[in-house]
């Protein structure tokens, strides 16, 4: 694959400083084994044996491994970079795989969940060398699926998964497993798009702002151009981070229940981790007429149903999602003006109504979820097709946007993986780990 240099000005001189302290961090925590295919300058000083080793295989290689434990998918991605002596490191491969359901579908059953936890380290096993395993940092990082479980439950399934870890042959420390707050989640998945498109490094380009659309919450994120927006954002909504010697204030909030499977119960009105009572039933009029199944959300089945052919579908569903959505949003007035990749459940929903091309991804406005939105509710008034909550989920995503401030005109990138690395908040959560554990040195 073609390789992504991370290259330039602070990125460049942060990720060498911090994979050279972390070498060095490694070694000194594990022992004083030599670093296979270690750099040339390391190599010298070493003495002859090992200055020849340097000259053969002269490419540092290392690997982080990141598991994303989502609401509905657990997820490894598996970070290869590459060091040329004297150069910058560089991005040169991910191995990604994914599972279902997540790991909240296992609390009541926790052995249970170390089953998937074990098939996707096989494939960590499968792509890192050997010999680097016990320098390879090993993390998960939870979002909203256990965010919502009651805490006990959550711990649980987290102690698991450490068990798992640390009788693993990678490198893991104290914090390998956790819950990651929403505003990490945010600030993550927008390091990761402005990596990924060249923007960090080049103080010239204008960042990007992202929106994830998860099972369980939805994420928005940006950097403000102008003071008005960091000074009238709500409380909690700004954050400030450091990395690489930089430090950024992003607009990043995350807006736990309102992912899309949990809009979904929200707009059928039932609650979360309450069953339906005996015989009772969800009408909703964001369903076909007359359709009736059952839907499992959260390891809960519930009986859902349409509403009798009446008004149309569109205009009482969109009635429902506005009084759902009802003040839970900040409109953030900026967003307007800038760019915005989105990702997750927003992809998914597009290439589900075929907006854009499943592989390929796009560019979408607001309207065009709009348009959507509209001719698939109107076909629904007749069937509820293959996908009986598409009018639901096209309806809720049209409004949610609207909710967040954006006009219907306003454009958004659509992209699954850019140079064949996921666009998720994995790969920005592995730098920021990595220069945690620089930050641990000194
Ligand atoms: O790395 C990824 N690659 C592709 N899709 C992903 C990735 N991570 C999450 N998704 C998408 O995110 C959506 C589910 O969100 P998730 O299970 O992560 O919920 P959460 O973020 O609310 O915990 C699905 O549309 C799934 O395809
Ligand atoms: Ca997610």
């Known amino acids: 694959m073609e390789a992504m240099k991370i290259s330039k000005r602070f990125f460049a001189f942060g990720i060498l400083t911090c994979i050279a302290v972390y070498v060095a961090y490694v070694k000194w925590h594990l022992g004083s084994k030599p670093f296979v295919g270690t750099t040339e300058g390391v190599a010298e000083s070493r003495g002859d044996k090992l200055t020849h080793q340097a000259v053969t295989t002269d490419l540092s290689v290392f690997y982080g491994i990141m598991f994303d434990a989502g609401s509905t998918g657990t997820r490894i991605h598996i970070f290869k970079f590459a060091q040329q002596p004297r150069e910058t490191p560089r991005l040169t491969h991910e191995t990604f795989k994914a599972l279902k359901p997540g790991l909240s579908a296992y609390a009541d059953d926790v052995e249970k969940s170390g089953q998937g936890i074990k098939e996707l380290l096989e494939v960590a096993k499968k792509e890192v060398p050997m010999e680097l395993w016990k320098f390879t940092p090993l993390v998960l990082k939870a979002t909203a699926g256990l965010r919502l479980l009651p805490g006990e439950k959550a711990q649980k399934l987290l102690e698991k998964v450490k068990e798992i870890f640390q009788a693993s042959p990678f490198f893991v420390r104290d914090n390998c497993v956790s819950i990651m707050n929403g505003t990490d989640e945010g600030i993550s998945a927008w390091i990761t798009i402005n990596f990924l ?246």
Request: aromatic share 12%; hydrophobic share 35%.
């Open 197 to 442: 498109t060249g923007r960090l490094d080049d103080p010239q380009r204008r960042s990007v702002g992202m929106l994830d659309l998860g099972g369980g919450s939805t994420q928005i994120t940006f950097l403000p151009r102008t003071k008005a927006t960091l000074q009238t954002s709500p409380s909690g909504h700004t954050t400030s981070f450091q990395m690489f010697n930089h430090t950024y204030k992003l607009y990043s909030y995350s807006y736990l229940g309102l992912g899309l499977m949990s809009a979904r119960l929200a707009i059928l009105g039932g609650v979360e981790g309450k069953p339906l009572g005996e015989g009772e039933e969800l009408i909703s009029p964001c369903l076909s007429p007359g359709f009736k199944s059952e839907w499992q959300h959260a390891e809960i089945v519930y009986k859902i149903k349409g509403q009798k052919a009446g008004e149309p579908l569109y205009e009482s569903c969109s009635n429902k999602v506005a009084k759902m959505l009802y003040k839970k949003v900040h409109r953030a007035g900026e967003v307007k003006d800038l760019d915005f990749y989105i990702f997750s459940y927003y992809y998914d929903c597009a290439a589900e109504a075929g907006l854009i091309d499943k592989e390929k991804g796009g560019s979408l406005t607001v309207s065009d979820f709009e348009i959507a939105a509209k001719y698939v509710c109107k076909t629904m008034e007749i069937s509820p097709g293959n996908n009986p909550f598409l009018c639901m989920d096209l309806t809720y995503i049209t409004f949610l946007l609207q909710e967040l401030g954006f006009p219907k005109s306003q454009g958004f990138k659509l992209a699954r993986k850019i140079d064949n690395v996921e666009t998720s908040w994995a790969l920005g959560a592995t730098f920021h780990y990595i220069d945690s554990l620089n930050r641990l040195q000194y």
